[in-house]
């Protein structure tokens, strides 16, 4: 029988159909490998992110790698992370409303180390009714807000609501989780630090107190790509959330790297590939990667094509983008051409395709689904 997958295995990048996203197996392999050890070496543990990815296939490489599981944004990519057959999930967004609040603690039948965060005492409430009409347990987080302003409580009200867990036969106070999104794509280093300092200290005064008031609260989980070696010398900090490191996008690669320089900490294992469509028009060609297959957040993506690097894309409506040359003299690429792009931001981006082609010395490899793409419930 034909097998679609297996017709594109050994097909030349360019040999590809476009707009597609592309990834490269070695650099990828690189950056999970980079960030395991340095967690390691700060014997640390990382729960990556999969929301960044989607990809349950790129999740089983982190575990495989040493991660001690996955983190999910939504309980819908919990499911999926779950029937994939990785343990360890925990869902860092908050889970309101009786239907979600259901939705999660049927998910325990097949995850049993299953993990979530809470924030407030009514989701709380919930969670205990459906809990106790179930006869289950759900280890919790206790959110803290770091100053994001979007989810958690403030650290000075979480003592309050981490009693409220506590009281519960219910739930398990397991820890706390500080994720500081506002800081994670500070430009400057020093900036990033001192902001990133400052949001974990509140956080590990909150932890140090829970930690003596139960024995169970040993998780210290926080941070992200931009701030992941600044919180990794924060002695209370126990592990790592970061999620972009593994592809990579335009948005991270322009802030500025722990060595002061401007260069990637981790490569761009996520490529988009495109084909000129029409052109020129004057100094520039249209392409077929437009706003349905790149989304338009963060950094502007770069074209890694080595001779047309110099172009700058921009949107050009719903089908189409445009490479410009800043001046006459700057080579444009010719009609059919397929240029490789850095996307602007890794996530948002996967979820608008199926899958990611893998390859190795620029030709296919495999096929991985994005599985989680689409689970924003
Ligand atoms: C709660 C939480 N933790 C971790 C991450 C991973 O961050 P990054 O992709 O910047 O590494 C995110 C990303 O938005 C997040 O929302």
């Known amino acids: 029988m034909r097998d679609p997958k297996k017709e594109l295995f ?14 490269d197996f070695d650099l990828l392999d690189e950056n999970l490998q980079k960030m395991q050890a340095r967690v390691k070496t700060a014997g640390k543990a990382l729960r990556p992110h999969a929301k960044t990815h989607k990809c349950s296939t790129l999740a089983k490489m982190q575990v495989a790698n040493g991660a001690i599981g996955v983190c999910a944004a939504k309980v819908s990519e919990a499911e999926a992370l779950v029937d994939a057959g990785i343990s360890g999930v925990l869902v860092t967004g908050p889970v309101a409303g009786r239907e ?7 998910l325990l039948d097949r995850a049993p180390f299953l993990m979530a ?17 179930t006869n289950r347990q759900l280890d919790v987080l206790l959110d803290i807000d770091v100053g994001q302003r979007r989810t958690g409580v403030l650290p000075a009200k979480a003592a309050d609501l981490a009693e409220r867990i506590l009281s519960s036969s219910r739930l398990r106070l397991r820890g706390i989780q500080a994720y500081a999104g506002h800081i994670q794509h500070i430009p400057r280093y020093e900036d990033r630090k001192s902001a990133s300092r400052k949001a974990l200290r509140n956080a590990a005064a909150v932890f140090k107190q829970l930690q003596s008031r139960a024995e169970s609260c040993t998780i210290f989980s926080a941070s992200g790509t931009g701030t992941a070696r600044i919180d990794l010398t924060s002695a209370e900090l126990t592990e790592l959330q970061a999620g972009s490191y593994a592809l990579m996008d335009a948005e991270y690669l322009a802030i500025e790297s722990a060595d002061g320089s401007d260069a990637a900490d981790y490569h761009p294992a996520l490529t988009m590939l495109t084909t000129v469509v029409s052109g020129p028009h004057g100094r520039q060609v249209t392409v077929d990667a437009g706003l349905k297959a790149l989304y338009r957040d963060g950094g502007r993506p770069r074209v890694l094509t080595p001779e047309y690097g110099k172009l700058h894309y921009d949107w050009f409506g719903d089908e189409y983008g445009k490479l410009s040359a800043p001046n006459r003299t700057t080579l444009l690429p010719e009609l ?5 792009l850095v996307v602007s931001h890794c996530d948002p981006t996967v979820n608008l395709f199926d899958r990611l082609h893998i390859t190795q010395a620029g030709k296919v490899v495999d096929i991985w689904p994005i599985d989680l793409r689409g689970r924003c419930q």
């Open 10 to 23: 050994g097909k030349k990048k360019p040999e590809l159909d476009t707009p597609c996203l592309v990834v």
């Open 100 to 106: 979600k609040v259901n939705r999660l603690v049927s």
């Open 117 to 133: 965060v809470v924030d407030h005492p009514d989701t709380i409430g919930l969670l205990e009714n459906r809990l106790a009409e």
């Open 336 to 340: 059919g051409m397929v240029i490789e």
